[in-house]
C-alpha cells in the first residue's frame, strides 16, 4: 500500500482509508490476542514460580496493549475510524470514492473540466475568463463535506 492517507493529502481514495484501518485493527487484534493467551497462561500456571512469570508477561502484554492505543498508530486508527464513520452513507464508500482537500477544490474542479472535455486543449479566450470559484461554488453543490481531523474535504452526495 502506498503511504497512509492522512490530512495533508490533496486526494484521498477511501479504499486506502479502509486498508489503512483494516492494518491498524489487525496490529491491534494482535496485541489483545497475546494478551489473551498470556492470561489463560496465567490461570493455568501449575507452580508459584510459573504464575508469577505469567503474571508479569500478562501485566507488559496490557501495557503494550495501553502503549499502542496512545501511540501514533493507535490515534491515526481512532481518526481514520472517525472519517470513515462519516463517509460511509455517502457514495460508494467500499468500493471507491474520492476525497477532495477544501484547499485543493479549485485545481481539482480546473481538472475534472478538462478532463471532461469542457475546456479545450489549445486554452484560449473565453475560456480563459471563467469564474473558477464560481464554478467551484457550483460544483461542490453535488459534494458533501467531511471532517479529517480538522481539515475539510469534499466527496460526491
Given at each position: 500500500m502506498r503511504?497512509?492517507?492522512?490530512?495533508t493529502d490533496d486526494v484521498i481514495d477511501s479504499r486506502d482509508v479502509i486498508a489503512r484501518i483494516e492494518e491498524l485493527e489487525s496490529e491491534r487484534a494482535d496485541l489483545v490476542e497475546a494478551t489473551s493467551e498470556v492470561e489463560t497462561a496465567v490461570n493455568e500456571a501449575a507452580t508459584e514460580?510459573?504464575?508469577?512469570?505469567?503474571?508479569?508477561?500478562?501485566?507488559?502484554?496490557?501495557?503494550?496493549?495501553?502503549?499502542?492505543?496512545?501511540?501514533?498508530?493507535?490515534?491515526?486508527?481512532?481518526?481514520?475510524?472517525?472519517?470513515?464513520?462519516?463517509c460511509e452513507g455517502y457514495g460508494d464508500w467500499a468500493h471507491g470514492e474520492t476525497?477532495?482537500?477544501?484547499?485543493?477544490?479549485?485545481?481539482?474542479?480546473?481538472?475534472?473540466?478538462?478532463?471532461?472535455g469542457m475546456i479545450p486543449k489549445d486554452l484560449a479566450w473565453p475560456c480563459t475568463c471563467i469564474d473558477w470559484e464560481q464554478a467551484c461554488r457550483e460544483l461542490k453543490m453535488d459534494y458533501t463535506e467531511v471532517d479529517f481531523d480538522g481539515v475539510s474535504y469534499f466527496m460526491r452526495a
Open positions: 503511504d497512509a492517507p492522512s490530512n514460580d510459573d504464575a508469577e512469570d505469567a503474571q508479569t508477561a500478562h501485566a507488559d502484554a496490557v501495557t503494550a496493549l495501553a502503549e499502542w492505543h496512545e501511540s501514533d498508530e493507535g490515534k491515526e486508527l481512532e481518526t481514520l475510524k472517525a472519517l470513515a464513520d462519516q476525497l477532495i482537500r477544501e484547499s485543493y477544490f479549485r485545481d481539482y474542479a480546473m481538472e475534472l473540466a478538462e478532463d471532461c
